[in-house]
Protein backbone atom coordinates (compact mmCIF):
# COMPACT_ATOMS: atom_id res chain seq x y z
CA UNK A 1 0.00 0.00 0.00
CA UNK A 2 1.13 3.32 -0.93
CA UNK A 3 1.71 6.02 1.98
CA UNK A 4 -1.18 8.54 2.03
CA UNK A 5 -0.52 12.32 0.82
CA UNK A 6 -1.62 14.91 3.38
CA UNK A 7 -2.31 17.93 2.66
CA UNK A 8 -1.83 20.93 4.99
CA UNK A 9 -4.05 24.71 5.15
CA UNK A 10 -1.59 27.39 4.28
CA UNK A 11 -2.18 31.20 5.09
CA UNK A 12 -0.29 33.64 2.37
CA UNK A 13 0.13 37.15 3.62
CA UNK A 14 2.11 39.73 1.98
CA UNK A 15 4.35 41.21 4.52
CA UNK A 16 6.87 40.52 6.21
CA UNK A 17 7.78 38.74 9.82
CA UNK A 18 8.53 41.06 12.61
CA UNK A 19 9.01 39.06 16.11
CA UNK A 20 9.87 35.38 16.37
CA UNK A 21 7.15 32.30 15.79
CA UNK A 22 6.46 32.32 19.48
CA UNK A 23 4.38 34.75 18.94
CA UNK A 24 2.03 34.16 16.74
CA UNK A 25 -0.71 31.75 16.52
CA UNK A 26 0.92 29.70 13.65
CA UNK A 27 4.22 28.80 12.97
CA UNK A 28 5.84 31.48 10.26
CA UNK A 29 7.74 31.69 7.26
CA UNK A 30 8.96 33.86 4.14
CA UNK A 31 9.00 32.56 0.79
CA UNK A 32 11.32 34.39 -1.56
CA UNK A 33 8.97 36.59 -2.81
CA UNK A 34 8.64 38.55 0.15
CA UNK A 35 4.66 36.63 1.15
CA UNK A 36 4.64 35.21 4.95
CA UNK A 37 3.17 31.67 4.89
CA UNK A 38 1.39 30.53 7.92
CA UNK A 39 1.22 26.93 8.30
CA UNK A 40 -2.43 26.95 9.86
CA UNK A 41 -3.68 23.09 10.00
CA UNK A 42 -1.72 19.61 9.83
CA UNK A 43 -1.64 16.30 10.92
CA UNK A 44 0.50 13.54 10.32
CA UNK A 45 -2.66 10.95 9.57
CA UNK A 46 -5.59 13.67 8.05
CA UNK A 47 -5.86 15.72 4.57
CA UNK A 48 -6.98 19.15 5.46
CA UNK A 49 -9.05 20.96 2.80
CA UNK A 50 -11.07 24.08 2.46
CA UNK A 51 -13.19 26.16 0.06
CA UNK A 52 -14.34 29.96 0.30
CA UNK A 53 -14.34 29.24 4.06
CA UNK A 54 -13.56 32.54 5.56
CA UNK A 55 -15.99 34.42 7.67
CA UNK A 56 -17.16 37.80 7.22
CA UNK A 57 -15.06 39.74 9.56
CA UNK A 58 -11.92 37.41 8.42
CA UNK A 59 -11.54 36.11 12.22
CA UNK A 60 -12.54 32.81 11.21
CA UNK A 61 -12.14 29.81 8.98
CA UNK A 62 -14.31 26.79 8.37
CA UNK A 63 -12.46 23.86 7.36
CA UNK A 64 -12.45 20.21 6.91
CA UNK A 65 -10.42 16.98 7.43
CA UNK A 66 -10.75 13.57 6.51
CA UNK A 67 -8.96 10.14 7.54
CA UNK A 68 -8.39 8.29 4.25
CA UNK A 69 -10.49 4.69 4.37
CA UNK A 70 -9.59 1.80 5.10
CA UNK A 71 -10.73 -1.53 6.34
CA UNK A 72 -10.40 -0.33 10.02
CA UNK A 73 -12.25 2.84 9.96
CA UNK A 74 -16.03 3.94 9.93
CA UNK A 75 -17.25 6.60 7.90
CA UNK A 76 -18.55 8.66 11.61
CA UNK A 77 -14.77 9.06 12.24
CA UNK A 78 -13.20 9.65 8.88
CA UNK A 79 -14.71 13.08 8.69
CA UNK A 80 -14.91 16.41 10.75
CA UNK A 81 -15.02 20.17 9.94
CA UNK A 82 -14.65 23.22 12.67
CA UNK A 83 -14.01 27.02 12.67
CA UNK A 84 -10.17 28.04 13.35
CA UNK A 85 -9.72 31.21 14.66
CA UNK A 86 -7.02 33.00 12.81
CA UNK A 87 -6.11 34.82 15.90
CA UNK A 88 -5.90 32.57 18.06
CA UNK A 89 -5.31 29.39 16.44
CA UNK A 90 -8.33 27.76 18.28
CA UNK A 91 -10.30 25.19 17.21
CA UNK A 92 -13.85 24.36 17.27
CA UNK A 93 -16.00 21.63 15.96
CA UNK A 94 -18.79 21.83 14.08
CA UNK A 95 -21.53 19.38 15.28
CA UNK A 96 -23.61 17.38 12.22
CA UNK A 97 -20.90 18.87 9.43
CA UNK A 98 -18.26 16.76 8.25
CA UNK A 99 -17.09 18.45 5.21
CA UNK A 100 -15.65 22.10 4.42
CA UNK A 101 -18.44 25.17 4.92
CA UNK A 102 -18.96 29.05 3.95
CA UNK A 103 -20.11 31.43 5.59
CA UNK A 104 -23.33 33.68 4.70
CA UNK A 105 -22.77 37.34 3.98
CA UNK A 106 -23.46 38.18 8.04
CA UNK A 107 -21.72 35.53 9.50
CA UNK A 108 -25.09 33.44 11.34
CA UNK A 109 -24.93 30.82 9.40
CA UNK A 110 -22.81 27.73 7.13
CA UNK A 111 -23.46 26.18 3.95
CA UNK A 112 -22.04 23.06 3.37
CA UNK A 113 -22.11 19.80 1.58
CA UNK A 114 -22.60 17.14 4.47
CA UNK A 115 -22.82 12.98 4.00
CA UNK A 116 -25.75 10.81 4.11
CA UNK A 117 -26.13 7.79 5.17
CA UNK A 118 -26.32 6.55 2.00
CA UNK A 119 -22.42 7.98 1.12
CA UNK A 120 -24.08 10.64 -1.21
CA UNK A 121 -24.17 14.29 0.02
CA UNK A 122 -26.92 17.31 0.24
CA UNK A 123 -26.42 20.65 0.63
CA UNK A 124 -27.39 21.87 3.92
CA UNK A 125 -27.78 25.29 6.21
CA UNK A 126 -26.25 25.30 9.44
CA UNK A 127 -27.18 27.79 12.36
CA UNK A 128 -24.22 28.70 14.33
CA UNK A 129 -26.44 30.24 17.07
CA UNK A 130 -28.89 27.11 17.20
CA UNK A 131 -26.74 24.77 15.77
CA UNK A 132 -30.08 23.63 13.75
CA UNK A 133 -29.71 22.01 10.58
CA UNK A 134 -31.85 21.98 7.00
CA UNK A 135 -31.13 19.92 4.13
CA UNK A 136 -32.14 22.22 1.04
CA UNK A 137 -33.29 20.64 -2.35
CA UNK A 138 -32.04 16.83 -1.56
CA UNK A 139 -31.70 14.62 -4.45
CA UNK A 140 -29.91 11.01 -4.92
CA UNK A 141 -27.51 12.53 -6.72
CA UNK A 142 -24.27 14.11 -5.02
CA UNK A 143 -24.05 18.19 -4.53
CA UNK A 144 -21.07 19.66 -3.30
CA UNK A 145 -19.31 23.01 -3.05
CA UNK A 146 -21.91 25.33 -1.68
CA UNK A 147 -21.19 29.00 -1.39
CA UNK A 148 -23.71 32.77 -0.79
CA UNK A 149 -24.55 34.94 -2.91
CA UNK A 150 -23.25 38.32 -1.73
CA UNK A 151 -26.76 39.67 -0.26
CA UNK A 152 -27.26 36.57 1.18
CA UNK A 153 -30.70 35.50 -0.57
CA UNK A 154 -28.89 32.44 -2.75
CA UNK A 155 -26.58 29.58 -2.84
CA UNK A 156 -24.82 28.38 -5.84
CA UNK A 157 -23.39 24.68 -5.95
CA UNK A 158 -22.74 21.88 -8.10
CA UNK A 159 -24.72 18.25 -8.31
CA UNK A 160 -24.43 15.39 -10.51
CA UNK A 161 -28.40 14.97 -10.17
CA UNK A 162 -28.55 15.53 -14.39
CA UNK A 163 -25.81 13.57 -14.82
CA UNK A 164 -22.21 15.50 -15.31
CA UNK A 165 -21.79 18.08 -12.63
CA UNK A 166 -23.62 21.06 -13.14
CA UNK A 167 -23.97 24.28 -11.56
CA UNK A 168 -27.27 25.11 -9.52
CA UNK A 169 -28.74 28.45 -8.27
CA UNK A 170 -30.75 27.90 -5.04
CA UNK A 171 -33.24 30.83 -3.88
CA UNK A 172 -33.65 30.57 0.00
CA UNK A 173 -36.67 32.83 -0.07
CA UNK A 174 -38.75 30.75 -3.06
CA UNK A 175 -37.63 27.26 -2.01
CA UNK A 176 -36.81 27.35 -6.04
CA UNK A 177 -33.84 25.70 -8.04
CA UNK A 178 -32.58 26.62 -11.18
CA UNK A 179 -30.03 24.64 -12.84
CA UNK A 180 -27.28 27.00 -14.88
CA UNK A 181 -25.23 25.06 -16.70
CA UNK A 182 -25.89 21.87 -19.09
CA UNK A 183 -23.70 19.90 -21.81
CA UNK A 184 -21.04 17.30 -21.33
CA UNK A 185 -18.55 18.95 -19.73
CA UNK A 186 -18.06 19.74 -15.65
CA UNK A 187 -18.72 22.36 -14.61
CA UNK A 188 -17.11 23.49 -10.30
CA UNK A 189 -15.71 25.40 -7.93
CA UNK A 190 -18.37 28.41 -8.58
CA UNK A 191 -18.27 31.29 -6.58
CA UNK A 192 -20.51 34.71 -6.96
CA UNK A 193 -18.79 38.29 -7.53
CA UNK A 194 -18.69 40.69 -5.24
CA UNK A 195 -21.54 42.51 -7.25
CA UNK A 196 -24.16 38.95 -7.48
CA UNK A 197 -23.82 39.75 -11.09
CA UNK A 198 -21.42 36.59 -12.51
CA UNK A 199 -20.36 33.79 -11.44
CA UNK A 200 -17.06 32.08 -11.57
CA UNK A 201 -15.99 28.29 -11.88
CA UNK A 202 -13.80 25.97 -13.51
CA UNK A 203 -14.92 23.53 -16.55
CA UNK A 204 -13.51 20.66 -17.55
CA UNK A 205 -13.10 20.37 -20.99
CA UNK A 206 -11.13 16.76 -20.77
CA UNK A 207 -8.58 14.86 -18.34
CA UNK A 208 -5.60 17.13 -18.55
CA UNK A 209 -7.66 20.21 -19.79
CA UNK A 210 -9.84 22.50 -17.11
CA UNK A 211 -10.65 26.30 -18.42
CA UNK A 212 -11.78 29.34 -16.28
CA UNK A 213 -15.73 31.00 -17.17
CA UNK A 214 -17.47 33.43 -15.81
CA UNK A 215 -21.58 33.06 -16.30
CA UNK A 216 -23.48 36.54 -16.29
CA UNK A 217 -26.65 35.66 -13.98
CA UNK A 218 -29.11 38.09 -16.07
CA UNK A 219 -28.58 37.15 -19.24
CA UNK A 220 -27.10 33.66 -19.42
CA UNK A 221 -24.14 34.47 -21.46
CA UNK A 222 -20.71 32.78 -20.62
CA UNK A 223 -17.16 34.03 -21.29
CA UNK A 224 -13.81 32.08 -21.58
CA UNK A 225 -11.08 33.39 -19.36
CA UNK A 226 -9.07 31.13 -20.39
CA UNK A 227 -8.68 28.72 -23.38
CA UNK A 228 -5.51 26.44 -23.24
CA UNK A 229 -4.72 22.85 -23.25
CA UNK A 230 -3.86 23.10 -19.48
CA UNK A 231 -5.19 22.62 -16.03
CA UNK A 232 -6.40 26.29 -15.66
CA UNK A 233 -9.22 26.20 -12.55
CA UNK A 234 -9.94 27.56 -8.60
CA UNK A 235 -10.93 31.05 -9.54
CA UNK A 236 -11.44 33.26 -6.38
CA UNK A 237 -12.72 37.04 -6.92
CA UNK A 238 -10.27 39.99 -5.53
CA UNK A 239 -12.66 41.83 -3.41
CA UNK A 240 -13.09 44.99 -6.12
CA UNK A 241 -14.98 42.71 -8.48
CA UNK A 242 -12.32 43.31 -11.27
CA UNK A 243 -9.48 40.74 -10.95
CA UNK A 244 -9.39 36.80 -10.03
CA UNK A 245 -7.01 34.97 -9.04
CA UNK A 246 -6.36 30.89 -10.56
CA UNK A 247 -4.49 27.94 -10.69
CA UNK A 248 -2.91 26.53 -13.48
CA UNK A 249 -0.06 24.51 -15.06
Do not use: K
Not at 138 to 158: C, E, K, M, Y
Amino acid sequence: MSAPVIASLLLVTAGTINGSNSDFAFPRATDPGGCIIELVASSEDRNHHQFDGFSPDGRLFAAGWYIPSDESASRVNERMAYLLNLETGERTDIPFLDNVASFSPDGSQLVSAAYQEDGRTDIVLYSLATREIEVLAPHANWDFLPSFSPDGRQIIFHSSRAGNPDLYLYDLESRGLTQLTTGDNWETHAQFSPDGAFVSYNERVSETDYDVRLLELATGETIALTDEPSEDSYPSWHPDGQHLVFTSN
